[in-house]
């Protein structure tokens, strides 16, 4: 079945660096991949979509030159979280659905990112 | 608005026993309704899904009922299972495009 990975499953940095966040698809080339991002005890709410080789849309609210996609080719995209703080705090997971568009949303299985 | 409303919350069954939760939208331009099911600190991992053209699907344990006219579909697990105790999500989308999420209900399978 379709798998994307997703690296690294937790990350703590100190306030004010960056974290890239990298997802994956391992047998299939996505064109679109979605970034969410889930508090504890909470749905996901999307941040982003993420076109390849084009610019991402952001949500309403979304920041985003504080969080940057990157979907340079087919199998991957990468969430940096920039100037971290610790309300940046939170479990980010990234989604990917194949080139036909027609197939499941498969999820990677998330970064837990902790700002100190 | 796209909203999927999704209840109980939280649910606690005995082993053995049906759970059963709910969902509701209001876009009736959705045609795919996926269920999720996510352990803790995972992500969410695909359950069974439906398109409006059927009113049940099933695989396995895990049973999809839909009623287009009034916009609600359920998630049923029958024997539930204590691995099954996980947190779900039912989620909507309209032709490939996002998925929009419910809440998600924390199932508890007592043993």
């Known amino acids: 079945g379709a798998v994307v990975s997703q690296h690294p499953s937790r990350v703590i940095c100190k306030s004010g660096t960056s974290v890239k966040i990298e997802c994956r698809s391992l047998d299939f080339q996505a064109t679109t991949m979605f970034w969410y991002r889930q508090f504890p005890k909470q749905s996901l709410m999307l941040m982003a979509t993420s076109n390849e080789g084009s610019k991402a849309t952001y949500e309403q609210g979304v920041e985003k030159d504080k969080f940057l996609i990157n979907h340079a080719s087919l199998t991957l995209s990468t969430l940096t979280v920039t100037s971290a703080h610790p309300e940046d705090s939170s479990f980010y997971i990234c989604?990917?659905?194949?080139?036909?568009?027609?197939?499941?949303?498969?999820f990677g299985n998330g970064t837990r990112l902790t700002v100190t | 608005q796209q909203q999927v409303k999704q209840s109980p919350q939280s649910l606690i069954v005995q082993k053995g026993g049906i759970s059963i939760i709910n969902c509701a939208y209001e876009?009736?331009?959705?045609?795919?309704f996926p269920w999720y099911q996510q352990f803790p600190g995972k992500g969410p991992a695909l359950l069974i899904a439906?398109?409006?053209?059927?009113s049940e699907k099933k695989e396995g344990r895990f049973t999809i009922s839909f009623n287009k006219s009034a916009k609600q579909f359920s998630l049923h697990i029958m024997d539930s299972q204590p691995g099954d105790s996980a947190t779900y999500f039912c989620a909507a989308s309209k032709s490939g495009s996002r998925l929009t999420f419910g809440e998600g209900t924390q199932l508890t399978v007592n043993p």
């Open positions: 989604s990917a659905r194949d080139r036909t568009g027609h197939s499941p949303l498969h």
């Open positions: 439906i398109r409006p053209d059927v």
């Open positions: 876009n009736t331009a959705f045609d795919y």
